[in-house]
């Protein structure tokens, strides 16, 4: 009988041990990737703010200079566009997915594929460079969304590191 008892002690302490670990798995591993809105309108340009400072502690020690953000794109209607990335301080690798996983490189030719009525996927891999990690603003980039030829819509991403004093 003592057996079985300590048998079930034991067992529920492992399960209690696997529930605080994996808070603290969440809790280190934390803002490793963004989801963000853009809703785009003709002329306009919005900015979004990326802070890396906010990474966990083990996205901070394995790639804290890598970032994705994962997107949905909506526009004023049923517009065909094109997204090109573009920054000095940043590269910047664009593609689209869906749950069935992630797509192919876009080329600045490609036209955004929709999901689901005016929304459109849009996934932004972001890898600045190690030294920058130490600035307070780490680098700026632009996402310059076309229909044809002509510029519809621009969003500004700046990414920060709150973690270093301005």
Same mark, same amino acid.
């Given at each position: 009988?003592?057996?079985?008892?300590?048998?079930?002690?034991?067992?529920?302490?492992?399960?209690?041990?696997?529930?605080?670990?994996?808070?603290?798995?969440?809790?280190?591993?934390?803002?490793?990737?963004?989801?963000?809105?853009?809703?785009?309108?003709?002329?306009?340009?919005?900015?979004?703010?990326?802070?890396?400072?906010?990474?966990?502690?083990?996205?901070?020690?394995?790639?804290?200079?890598?970032?994705?953000?994962?997107?949905?794109?909506?526009?004023?209607?049923?517009?065909?566009?094109?997204?090109?990335?573009?920054?000095?301080?940043?590269?910047?690798?664009?593609?689209?997915?869906? =749950?069935?996983?992630?797509? !192919? $490189? &876009?080329?600045? #030719?490609? %036209? +955004?594929?929709?999901?689901?009525?005016?929304?459109?996927?849009?996934?932004?891999?972001?890898?600045?460079?190690?030294?920058?990690?130490?600035?307070?603003?780490?680098?700026?980039?632009?996402? =310059?969304?076309?229909?044809? !030829? $002509? &510029?519809?819509? #621009?969003? %500004? +991403?700046?990414?920060?590191?709150?973690?270093?004093?301005?």
């Amino acid at each position: 009988m003592d057996k079985k008892w300590i048998r079930r002690a034991v067992l529920f302490l492992l399960a209690v041990a696997i529930v605080f670990g994996s808070i603290g798995f969440k809790r280190y591993n934390q803002h490793e990737r963004a989801m963000e809105k853009y809703v785009l309108h003709e002329g306009k340009t919005i900015t979004k703010v990326v802070d890396l400072g906010r990474q966990g502690v083990l996205k901070n020690l394995v790639n804290p200079h890598l970032f994705s953000i994962y997107g949905s794109v909506q526009t004023d209607g049923n517009v065909p566009l094109r997204c090109v990335g573009e920054s000095d301080s940043m590269q910047m690798m664009l593609s689209q997915g869906t =749950k069935k996983g992630i797509w !192919d $490189e &876009l080329k600045p #030719t490609d %036209v +955004l594929r929709k999901t689901r009525g005016t929304r459109v996927a849009l996934n932004v891999e972001i890898k600045v460079p190690r030294e920058a990690l130490k600035k307070h603003d780490v680098a700026q980039g632009r996402l =310059k969304f076309y229909r044809g !030829d $002509e &510029l519809y819509a #621009t969003v %500004v +991403l700046q990414v920060i590191n709150s973690g270093v004093k301005q």
